[in-house]
């Protein structure tokens, strides 16, 4: 049975720089939590993104179709450079709904730092996927809900995967089989003419 805590819409923006099977993973993970989980490719300021956000989209967008949830959507739309307007965004789409905002632990010790960051706290809940190399501190936690923040941590199990490491050391195998062909076809990520 799933508790009230629950019971919102999950939004995971994501850099999708490509997208791999940790984000594969956390999508049928809060799919399992959720009622409903948006995602959608985001252009974070703080990171060097290596593809445009069109392709990152195409290749998140691949994915979403390929997992097949009933209650998963990509709503591209919620796209923006900073996570106050996504949640203005998601606010006039789903003007009745409590929203619950994914972020990994490795962002919680920068999020009283974002644009705006006590308004984020007052629109959307913290929920918090622990990542491995990020361990949870509870001072980090606390300073959060000092500020206003109502935070989850989230029952769920990440691989270690990351999108750097397919782009520093190529290492395809934590590519969901479901993007492969557009990296080939496109010579995404340096991927075309390798044997994977």
């Not at 993104?49 to 919620?78: D, F, G, Y």
């Not at 308004?119 to 959307?124: F, G, H, S, T, V």
């Amino acid at each position: 049975m799933k508790h009230n805590i629950y019971q919102s819409i999950a939004l995971m923006g994501t850099s999708a720089d490509p997208p791999t099977n940790g984000h594969e993973a956390l999508l049928i993970g809060l799919s399992k939590i959720f009622p409903t989980v948006i995602t959608w490719a985001s252009d974070n300021p703080g990171k060097n993104h290596k593809t445009s956000l069109s392709q990152r989209h195409e290749l998140l967008n691949a994915l979403v179709e390929e997992l097949a949830l009933p209650n998963l959507e990509l709503h591209q739309e919620l796209s923006h450079q900073w996570a106050i307007k996504t949640l203005q965004s998601a606010s006039e789409l789903w003007p009745n709904k409590s929203l619950t905002l994914i972020i990994g632990s490795d962002l919680i010790t920068d999020l009283p730092n974002w644009l705006d960051a006590k308004n984020i706290l007052r629109k959307a809940q913290l929920g918090i996927v622990p990542r491995i190399g990020w361990p949870l501190v509870k001072h980090d936690i606390d300073t959060l809900k000092d500020i206003g923040g109502k935070v989850i941590i989230l029952p769920l199990k990440i691989p270690a995967t990351a999108s750097s490491a397919i782009n520093n050391n190529q290492i395809f195998s934590q590519i969901p089989t479901s993007i492969l062909p557009i990296l080939q076809q496109k010579n995404l990520y340096g991927i075309s003419g390798k044997k994977i």
